[in-house]
């Protein structure tokens, strides 16, 4: 199901606490891990809100056991009008997210986004002009590890590009997290260094036809 806007607040908190526990992206980005959760809850809002116009957040049920967020390339339409729409939605999401300097100070937010600024997303040039839907976050609440919830969401979503024929792309920076998306058919394309750090960005994508793409 799909979560309306007013849900938003909620979608981020599932996604804050599983993200704050053990990814180490945001371990990186956010080494003190007593005020990692404040900061991530205050961050995915403010995530979510930039990206909703363009994505369809979904969750399991009403109980929010899985969220994700899934990126419409075809949403984003690539105009000059639509990148600067998009460049004011980025910089909006940076003033609403700068109460974290409260939790974490000046230069730790700085460091935060000269890191997620540090990840390149360049690599999605390879699919061409071809649509794709882009699996930006998933995640389960504590306590529902197990029970199939992950499959609730990515199998319905690979089934809806599987009808499209479009691509299912999606970017994980944990080595663990490769055998299960490779058990959803995700193929790996692309490993890219994070600058300064020993972290990896493992590109995956799903291709509906068979045809997987490789660099």
């Known amino acids: 199901m799909r979560v309306d806007r007013s849900d938003i607040p909620k979608a981020a908190s599932v996604l804050a606490q599983a ?6 992206l ?3 980005i956010l080494p003190d891990e007593t005020t990692r959760l404040d900061a991530l809850n205050i961050f995915f809002q403010c995530y979510i809100e930039m990206l909703y116009p363009y994505s369809d957040v979904l969750t399991t049920s009403k109980d929010f056991e899985a969220v994700a967020l899934v990126f419409h390339s075809e949403r984003q339409a690539g105009t000059l009008l639509s990148n600067v729409k998009y460049a004011k939605q980025i910089g909006l999401a940076i003033i609403k997210s700068l109460p974290i300097c409260r939790i974490i100070g000046i230069r730790g937010f700085v460091r935060g ?4 600024r540090s990840m390149s997303s360049v690599w999605l040039s ?3 002009d071809r649509q794709y839907m882009h699996l930006d ?3 389960v ?3 529902c590890h197990g029970q199939g919830y992950v499959s ?4 319905p979503l690979l089934a809806e590009c599987h009808t499209k024929n479009i691509l ?4 994980t920076q944990t080595p663990s997290n490769v055998p299960i998306y490779e058990h959803y058919d995700y193929r790996m394309v692309k490993i890219i260094p994070l600058p300064n750090s020993s972290l990896r960005q493992y590109c995956m994508v799903y291709t509906p036809d068979g045809l997987q793409q490789h660099e």
């Open 126 to 128: 390879m699919l061409g």
């Open 26 to 28: 945001y371990q990186l």
């Open 137 to 139: 976050m998933i995640a």
């Open 113 to 116: 986004l000269t890191i997620l």
């Open 19 to 24: 993200f704050a526990k053990d990814d180490p």
């Open 141 to 143: 609440q504590e306590g």
């Open 168 to 171: 299912c792309t999606l970017e």
């Open 152 to 155: 609730r969401i990515i199998k």
